[in-house]
């Protein structure tokens, strides 16, 4: 996980495209400096989140990276030495605030130097997590990370007139759950922080995950390792049974553009539209 410093929120906020495409770039340029040292293409699978647990803005990206790389032979290539992580998280965070901040600086020289100082002043954080037991839990890990918003459902636990009341974790008190009160206003304030840029993608592939190699170099690394390849296949297409006559199927006529049943079945008549058989 690569974490931008609280120094660059308020310009995330008013130039969120610059500071976010900068920060997939930097995050990716690093890897590759490291990648290039053992003479290896890295890969990446990147996925940007821009809140915190209040809500604030806190931009970081989730990085899912394989433990190796294709060597120049295209021949696969292990990294891990120690069996926990790819590389030196510690020097992983100086690299990254170098290339991040000359990448700022060319981009928006102005701001930069309003906010040079705050940058430099404290170590930038990059966590590293041990490699994920099988391809199963890199697909949950990925389920719940890839299509999250600001805020869950479950987390909101009252709203009132004025009121919105939800759950959030203080990690500064390992994690422990406590309960936040924000005026409506507030609250939509805050959500409304993490909208992101008209047609921005906020999920991104690189390397020998990227679009590219996919279509050609992939199958063969995949080939090279043998790797079986699930094929998919088609599913049918489900029809419920007719909850009358327990037999027929029940065939979609019409869908309706909202959610919920439509106005006429709340109005109370409740009239099924008999199946097919």
């Given amino acids: 996980v690569f974490t931008l410093p609280d120094s660059i ?3 995330a906020i008013y130039q969120p495209k610059i ?11 690093t890897l590759q400096t490291f990648g290039k040292a053992k003479e290896m293409q890295m890969g990446m ?7 915190g647990q209040q809500l604030s803005v806190h931009p970081h990206l989730h990085c899912i990276v394989p433990g190796g790389g294709v060597n120049k032979n295209g021949q696969w290539q292990n990294s891990r030495t120690d069996g926990k992580f790819l590389f030196p998280v510690k020097a992983l965070s ?14 928006l020289p102005i701001q930069y130097e309003q906010i040079r100082r705050d940058l430099w002043r404290k ?20 389920g719940r990370y890839t299509h999250k918003i600001a805020i869950s459902n479950q987390r909101i636990k009252s709203i009132d007139n004025e009121n919105v009341t939800f ?6 008190v390992a994690g422990a759950k406590k309960l936040m009160t924000l005026t ?9 922080l993490h909208i992101l840029p008209k047609r921005f993608v906020k999920i991104r592939h690189y390397g020998f995950l990227s679009s590219t ?14 790797v079986k390849v699930l094929e998919k296949v088609e599913k049918k297409p489900f029809l419920p049974k007719c909850p009358c006559c327990k037999t027929g199927n029940l065939h979609r006529i019409a869908v309706f553009d909202q959610r919920g049943p439509p106005a006429w079945y709340l109005g109370g008549s409740q009239n099924t539209i008999p199946c097919k058989s």
Avoid: M
């Fill in 45 to 51: 699978i990147a996925v940007l989140h821009t809140w």
């Fill in 9 to 11: 929120n308020s310009l």
């Fill in 167 to 172: 759950e959030y974790k203080d990690y500064r």
């Fill in 19 to 29: 500071v976010y495409d900068t920060l997939f770039e930097a995050t990716w340029e």
């Fill in 213 to 226: 190699w996919k279509r050609q170099k992939l199958k063969l690394l995949q080939e090279k390792l043998r």
């Fill in 94 to 107: 100086k690299v990254f605030r170098a290339k991040y901040c000359a990448k700022l600086k060319a981009k």
């Fill in 184 to 192: 409506h206003k507030e609250f939509i304030r805050r959500f409304s």
């Fill in 123 to 142: 170590p930038w954080v990059v966590f590293a997590k041990k490699p994920f037991g099988s391809p199963k839990s890199v697909v949950e890990y990925l």
